[in-house]
């Protein structure tokens, strides 16, 4: 058997801002509002992976990693630069502007405005 993640909810204090956030950041596909009553701001990640934001009253931020191929990690940092977000290489400092991951040749972090953290490592 089998398993896939389908999707998964992330906490937002803004669902649709934080939502427009991350796909532009990460230059993915925003979906049209989802579940009852068009509560979930989605965003496609790939064919089988849906990430599904959720406003919350007091959201609990979560930590998200991705694997993306050397081009795709130059582009999302080139996207963080140009936006003025800032990013780091340590979870414990996701704004010191450095890519030299401790578990991968390059990879960052950064946050969004409820606080989630976002992962991005690549092989080269």
């Given at each position: 058997m089998t398993v896939t993640l389908n999707h998964t909810i992330v906490p937002a204090r803004d669902n649709d801002a934080?939502?427009?956030f991350f796909a532009g950041i990460m230059g993915l596909r925003r979906l049209q509002p989802d579940g009852i009553d068009g509560k979930?701001?989605?965003?496609?990640?790939?064919?089988s992976l849906t990430?599904?934001?959720m406003t919350l009253p007091e959201p609990e931020p979560h930590h998200l990693a991705f694997?993306?191929?050397p081009?795709?990690?130059?582009?999302?940092?080139a996207?963080?630069?140009?936006?003025?977000v800032p990013y780091g290489n340590?979870?414990?400092?996701?704004?010191?502007?450095?890519?030299?991951?401790?578990?991968?040749?390059?990879?960052?972090f950064f946050t969004d405005?409820?606080?989630?953290?976002?992962e991005v490592m690549t092989k080269a």
């Open positions: 934080e939502a427009d979930f701001a989605p965003v496609a990640v790939n064919d990430l599904q934001f694997d993306v191929e081009a795709e990690f130059g582009q999302i940092l996207r963080l630069q140009a936006r003025g340590s979870p414990r400092d996701p704004a010191n502007g450095r890519t030299d991951h401790p578990l991968c040749p390059r990879g960052l405005g409820t606080g989630n953290l976002y």
